[in-house]
């Protein structure tokens, strides 16, 4: 039973980062129809920026106070991972509208592939890794048996997800450019005849979703503390599988999926063998697809001639 | 003028926002200490090379107005049939005159661009004419090299023995992923494929008994000529080897060139065999499928069956390169099935025009060929690479040498990419 909440633990933080980069899938697919394929290598590249910033305050600036740093690390990442995400759609998916939808499909390949090598080329290939800014946290148990540890880490990680997916969720509610999302995501078109700048609108997407990302990004560059530039396609794929297993379009389905597939991975690794948790996590991916291919959430697509 | 100057003075500073953190900043890492070391020239490079294409986008879009006819340049696909034929066997017989007169290097380098015509052949049949966006291919690949590696460790078969039943196994896996999925639209079709692509790489990384696990299998035995092996001593006793059975000295030459040689026979099958597929009901039903779904079954096509056709046969032409791959490196490893040669094998059909044969030909021997010639930037080989499948998309998405096909269309059309 202990063994049981502890997965449960690591799987709820996995599942937190997942539904961060999730999110970015869902939407930008909800709107434009298209699967944002670099969308992995964003959340990657603001791994990096968090590092980099982390490092410049502790050691080129000596700052310790932690919370400070914290903001400001998620701050700098946000602004600049935002930037990605509005650049790239403005050179990458811009131009191909209205194209077949396996063209958007490819360039987005292509620029997740320029994306992981152009960090490459900058950071290096290696591992990088840093020092935990936060470390610690309780343990609950017996004292000589199975002890349940949920480090302090673990709970800024739920903590942070939850602001930030209710910010989320109030925004889309609530503003006014998230009720231009929500019509954009029913028809492109007919907002786009009712006077909202659609295309301003789906910049709009991109830089929610790459802020998320970048958040999801931070986060794990503190939990995990190793990073390297091909982070970024196994975790997209991943996320992808999480938006697919909510339902693709719907942003509770990519919470509610990003945290079933986190779960799933977390007792694959305990109970059955660790190399297989992507394994299972891939099959989750393909079992979802063939026999529920509108995920948990989504409502069904209708074809029209 | 100043407009677009300030416009590109604005899109470089944006680049140097976004080049700062990656270029400009790196990381050392010594020991325990972590250090930043700022190095500032990348990103004015970055950002002069931004400002510059920035500015040269608008003349760029004026020329690129005035020779519109290129858009509709293709090979002339109206010759007649014997200067065409002629022109064939003339291309076959210097083909393989070549090898012999050629560097080791160079034939070497040939073989591989072979194996990458084969595996492009193979995946334009999928995407190009099925319109099937397969991201796993490499899968089907891996199969054929691992069933042709595993089949002569256990049980001593040859490499042409083992090449049918590879072809078989690798159309049986393609069949059986393609019966459940290819239900999928389009790109949910593609993630499949990507996720089944990665499960077979982790099963040949983890099934240490049967694969090797990521040390892989290594000594597998190069093709005979006729049961004549390319060696220094026949592996068996009792063997003739080349050089022995024809009276000539050894030379490793040799063995290079008969490899390039089962490549070019084996290329030709391929082409040979998907060209009578696509005059066949079979073929047209692929290109009728990509064209309009609903069309083809409201006329009593069954889109299933003919998908699954389309997707096996891709399928087991990829593992009839893997067959050959393993037996040219002697040596494999799940490292040389990861997914980016599947993105390499889509640019190849995609560059190369989705559905044109002789595209992706060329397609496949410019992208082997081309980071070879090029060693000294190896290291951007891919950046390079992944930023060509964007601006290809973007200006060229018809690929270079498009398809054309006869076709009937109304004379007024909205302007895009068809």
Request: proline share 5%; glycine share 10%; net charge neutral.
């Given at each position: 039973?202990?063994?049981?909440?502890?997965?449960?633990?690591?799987?709820?933080?996995?599942?937190?980062?997942y539904?961060?980069?999730?999110?970015?899938?869902?939407?930008?697919?909800g709107?434009?129809?298209?699967?944002?394929?670099?969308?992995?290598?964003?959340?990657?590249?603001?791994?990096?920026?968090?590092?980099?910033?982390?490092?410049?305050?502790?050691?080129?600036?000596?700052?310790?106070?932690?919370?400070?740093?914290?903001?400001?690390?998620?701050?700098?990442?946000?602004?600049?991972?935002?930037?990605?995400?509005?650049?790239?759609?403005?050179?990458?998916?811009?131009?191909?509208?209205?194209?077949?939808?396996?063209?958007?499909l490819?360039?987005?390949?292509?620029?997740?592939?320029?994306?992981?090598?152009?960090?490459?080329?900058?950071?290096?290939?290696?591992?990088?890794?840093?020092?935990?800014?936060?470390?610690?946290?309780?343990?609950?148990?017996?004292?000589d048996g199975?002890?349940?540890?949920?480090?302090?880490?673990?709970?800024?990680?739920?903590?942070?997800?939850?602001?930030?997916?209710?910010?989320?969720?109030?925004?889309?509610?609530?503003?006014?450019?998230?009720?231009?999302?929500?019509?954009?995501?029913?028809?492109?078109?007919?907002?786009?005849?009712?006077?909202?700048d659609?295309?301003?609108?789906?910049?709009?997407?991109?830089?929610?979703?790459?802020?998320?990302?970048?958040?999801?990004?931070?986060?794990?560059?503190?939990?995990?503390?190793?990073?390297?530039?091909?982070?970024?396609?196994?975790?997209?794929?991943?996320?992808?599988?999480?938006?697919?297993?909510?339902?693709?379009?719907?942003?509770?389905?990519?919470?509610?999926?990003?945290?079933?597939?986190?779960?799933?991975?977390?007792?694959?690794?305990?109970?059955?063998?660790?190399?297989?948790?992507?394994?299972?996590?891939?099959?989750?991916?393909?079992?979802?697809?063939?026999?529920?291919?509108?995920?948990?959430?989504?409502?069904?697509?209708?074809?029209?001639? | 003028?100043?407009?677009?100057?300030?416009?590109?003075?604005?899109?470089?500073?944006?680049?140097?926002?976004?080049?700062?953190?990656?270029?400009?900043?790196?990381?050392?890492?010594?020991?325990?200490?972590?250090?930043?070391?700022?190095?500032?020239?990348?990103?004015?490079?970055?950002?002069?090379?931004?400002?510059?294409?920035?500015?040269?986008?608008?003349?760029?879009?004026?020329?690129?107005?005035?020779?519109?006819?290129?858009?509709?340049?293709?090979?002339?696909?109206?010759?007649?049939?014997?200067?065409?034929?002629?022109?064939?066997?003339?291309?076959?017989?210097?083909?393989?005159?070549?090898?012999?007169?050629?560097?080791?290097?160079?034939?070497?380098?040939?073989?591989?661009?072979?194996?990458?015509?084969?595996?492009?052949?193979?995946?334009?049949?999928?995407?190009?004419?099925?319109?099937?966006?397969?991201?796993?291919?490499?899968?089907?690949?891996?199969?054929?090299?691992?069933?042709?590696?595993?089949?002569?460790?256990?049980?001593?078969?040859?490499?042409?023995?083992?090449?049918?039943?590879?072809?078989?196994?690798?159309?049986?896996?393609?069949?059986?992923?393609?019966?459940?999925?290819?239900?999928?639209?389009?790109?949910?079709?593609?993630?499949?494929?990507?996720?089944?692509?990665?499960?077979?790489?982790?099963?040949?990384?983890?099934?240490?008994?049967?694969?090797?696990?990521?040390?892989?299998?290594?000594?597998?035995?190069?093709?005979?000529?006729?049961?004549?092996?390319?060696?220094?001593?026949?592996?068996?006793?009792?063997?003739?080897?080349?050089?022995?059975?024809?009276?000539?000295?050894?030379?490793g030459?040799?063995?290079?060139?008969?490899?390039?040689?089962?490549?070019?026979?084996?290329?030709?099958?391929?082409?040979?065999?998907?060209?009578?597929?696509?005059?066949?009901?079979?073929?047209?039903?692929?290109?009728?499928?990509r064209?309009?779904?609903?069309?083809?079954?409201?006329?009593?096509?069954?889109?299933?069956?003919?998908?699954?056709?389309?997707?096996g046969?891709?399928?087991?032409?990829?593992?009839?390169?893997?067959a050959?791959?393993?037996?040219?490196q002697?040596?494999?490893?799940?490292?040389?099935?990861?997914?980016?040669?599947?993105?390499?094998?889509l640019?190849?059909?995609?560059?190369?025009?989705?559905?044109?044969?002789?595209?992706?030909?060329?397609?496949?021997?410019?992208?082997?060929?081309?980071?070879?010639?090029?060693r000294?930037?190896?290291?951007?080989?891919?950046?390079?690479?992944?930023?060509?499948?964007?601006?290809?998309?973007i200006?060229?998405?018809?690929?270079?040498l498009?398809?054309?096909?006869?076709?009937?269309?109304?004379?007024?059309?909205?302007?895009?990419?068809?």
């Amino acid at each position: 039973m202990l063994e049981f909440s502890q997965q449960i633990i690591n799987g709820l933080t996995l599942g937190s980062i997942y539904a961060l980069i999730a999110i970015g899938y869902t939407m930008v697919y909800g709107i434009i129809g298209m699967i944002n394929f670099a969308h992995g290598e964003i959340y990657m590249i603001s791994a990096y920026i968090g590092l980099i910033t982390i490092t410049a305050l502790t050691v080129q600036f000596g700052v310790e106070n932690v919370p400070l740093i914290l903001l400001f690390t998620l701050a700098v990442s946000i602004l600049i991972t935002s930037a990605y995400g509005w650049t790239i759609e403005r050179v990458a998916y811009r131009p191909l509208r209205g194209s077949p939808r396996l063209i958007p499909l490819i360039s987005a390949i292509g620029m997740s592939i320029f994306l992981q090598n152009y960090v490459q080329i900058g950071q290096g290939a290696r591992d990088l890794s840093m020092q935990p800014l936060i470390s610690g946290g309780w343990r609950f148990g017996p004292e000589d048996g199975f002890q349940v540890y949920l480090s302090y880490m673990q709970v800024l990680i739920a903590v942070v997800t939850v602001i930030f997916m209710t910010a989320l969720t109030l925004f889309i509610a609530r503003s006014r450019l998230g009720r231009a999302c929500r019509a954009c995501s029913q028809d492109l078109t007919m907002t786009n005849l009712l006077g909202i700048d659609t295309n301003r609108v789906i910049s709009l997407t991109f830089v929610l979703g790459a802020a998320l990302a970048a958040v999801a990004g931070v986060l794990i560059s503190l939990y995990i503390g190793k990073i390297n530039p091909f982070i970024g396609f196994e975790a997209g794929i991943k996320a992808f599988t999480a938006a697919v297993l909510g339902g693709i379009g719907s942003i509770p389905g990519a919470m509610l999926g990003g945290v079933i597939l986190g779960l799933a991975e977390s007792f694959a690794s305990a109970y059955l063998l660790t190399e297989y948790k992507d394994v299972v996590a891939f099959s989750l991916l393909v079992l979802v697809l063939l026999f529920r291919p509108t995920g948990l959430l989504g409502k069904p697509e209708i074809e029209k001639v | 003028m100043p407009r677009h100057l300030s416009e590109a003075a604005l899109v470089a500073l944006l680049a140097g926002l976004l080049t700062v953190p990656i270029l400009g900043i790196q990381i050392q890492v010594e020991g325990i200490n972590v250090s930043l070391e700022g190095e500032p020239w990348p990103v004015v490079l970055a950002m002069v090379a931004v400002f510059v294409a920035r500015l040269l986008q608008i003349p760029l879009k004026a020329i690129s107005s005035l020779v519109h006819i290129t858009h509709r340049l293709s090979l002339p696909t109206h010759l007649p049939k014997a200067y065409f034929l002629g022109l064939l066997a003339l291309a076959i017989i210097a083909a393989a005159i070549w090898p012999f007169t050629a560097s080791r290097g160079s034939v070497d380098i040939a073989t591989l661009a072979l194996i990458y015509v084969m595996l492009g052949l193979g995946l334009n049949v999928v995407v190009g004419f099925a319109g099937l966006l397969d991201l796993g291919y490499v899968a089907f690949y891996a199969v054929g090299a691992y069933g042709y590696a595993l089949l002569s460790m256990h049980f001593g078969l040859s490499f042409w023995e083992c090449l049918p039943l590879c072809v078989i196994m690798a159309a049986m896996t393609g069949c059986l992923l393609g019966f459940p999925v290819l239900r999928l639209r389009g790109d949910y079709l593609a993630i499949v494929t990507l996720g089944f692509g990665e499960i077979i790489r982790l099963l040949l990384n983890n099934l240490d008994e049967l694969t090797g696990g990521p040390d892989g299998i290594g000594n597998i035995p190069k093709p005979t000529l006729f049961g004549l092996e390319f060696a220094r001593r026949p592996s068996i006793e009792g063997g003739t080897t080349f050089h022995q059975f024809f009276g000539l000295d050894y030379s490793g030459a040799d063995t290079v060139i008969f490899l390039y040689l089962v490549a070019l026979v084996m290329t030709l099958f391929i082409l040979y065999v998907i060209n009578r597929l696509i005059r066949m009901p079979v073929g047209r039903a692929w290109e009728a499928l990509r064209e309009d779904e609903i069309a083809c079954r409201s006329l009593g096509l069954n889109p299933t069956t003919i998908k699954l056709s389309a997707f096996g046969f891709g399928a087991s032409t990829a593992g009839f390169a893997g067959a050959f791959f393993a037996a040219r490196q002697g040596f494999i490893n799940p490292e040389s099935f990861t997914f980016i040669e599947s993105a390499i094998v889509l640019a190849i059909v995609v560059l190369g025009g989705m559905g044109s044969q002789i595209g992706v030909i060329l397609a496949a021997i410019a992208l082997t060929a081309l980071p070879e010639m090029a060693r000294q930037f190896a290291e951007y080989r891919m950046l390079i690479f992944g930023l060509v499948l964007v601006l290809m998309m973007i200006w060229r998405p018809q690929g270079l040498l498009p398809a054309t096909r006869p076709r009937l269309e109304l004379p007024v059309r909205k302007e895009g990419p068809s």
